[in-house]
């Protein structure tokens, strides 16, 4: 990590590669990671893709792992944040943050895989951050508590999506989880009881309601510290 500008210090043009910006790469990346996922994706890809030659992508990013830094901040970027409270409590628009980080993070799930072990701190993630936490100092939270607001949110935001693009989005997910919630609720009731009891629950195909449950547990914990 020691060293990447995460966006800040690269500029955006050279002289040896004058009809592409950053900005372009990015875009096109991201739409080569939308269409073909994360096992398909190369630097000679995205060359081809832009039609020009591979040594042509280094005038711009050092390389893949700054690449990827750039298209995690691009995905957080989507996030919207709007100015003011609109009327709303804290715990309202934290929830509301969350729901719409998970969207877009599901919206593109090849590229939320590289999430795991990256600091989101381009641009955009700074001012997620920024954001998140200074909603939480307004609402009487002290820096400390502030700063454990915002990890704690990320962590379960993207932890949650992670696994679920893990485990497999579309039309065939459905019945993986019902597939799995078959294997459980045929265990033998008498090794796994209670298992077996909530195995029709446990891996009802609709994670919202669940993912959302989670988030408003953090929150009513927060406010529990206040």
């Known amino acids: 990590m020691a060293g990447r500008d995460y966006g800040f210090a690269r500029g955006e043009e050279t002289s040896a590669a004058p009809r592409l910006d950053r900005a372009e790469i990015v875009r ?3 739409r080569l990671l939308d269409e073909d996922g994360f096992d398909a994706f190369s630097m000679r890809r995205l060359a081809t893709a832009l039609d020009i030659k591979s040594p042509s992508l280094y005038w711009h990013v050092s390389g893949k792992d700054e690449l990827f830094d750039l298209l995690v901040d691009t995905v957080v970027g989507k996030c919207p944040l709007p100015d003011g409270d609109g009327g709303k409590p804290w715990d309202e628009r934290l929830i509301e943050i969350g729901l719409d980080l998970r969207r877009v993070l599901l919206a593109h799930p090849a590229a939320t895989r590289l999430l795991p072990g990256r600091l989101p701190f381009g ?4 001012r997620l951050a920024d954001h998140v ?3 939480l100092r307004r609402a009487g939270f002290d820096d400390r508590m502030a700063g454990y607001g915002y990890l704690l949110l990320m962590f379960y935001v993207t932890g949650f999506a992670v696994q679920e693009i893990a485990f497999g989005k579309g039309p065939d997910n459905g019945e993986r989880l019902a597939e799995v919630s078959r294997y459980l609720e045929g265990l033998p009731a008498d090794r796994f009881p209670d298992l077996v009891a909530v ?3 446990l891996l009802a195909p609709r994670l919202t309601d669940r993912f959302e449950f989670g988030l408003r547990s953090l929150v009513d914990g927060l406010e529990e510290k206040r």
């Open 133 to 135: 936490i200074g909603l």
């Open 199 to 201: 195995a029709g629950e």
């Open 123 to 126: 641009p955009n993630g700074l």
């Open 28 to 30: 096109a990346a991201l």
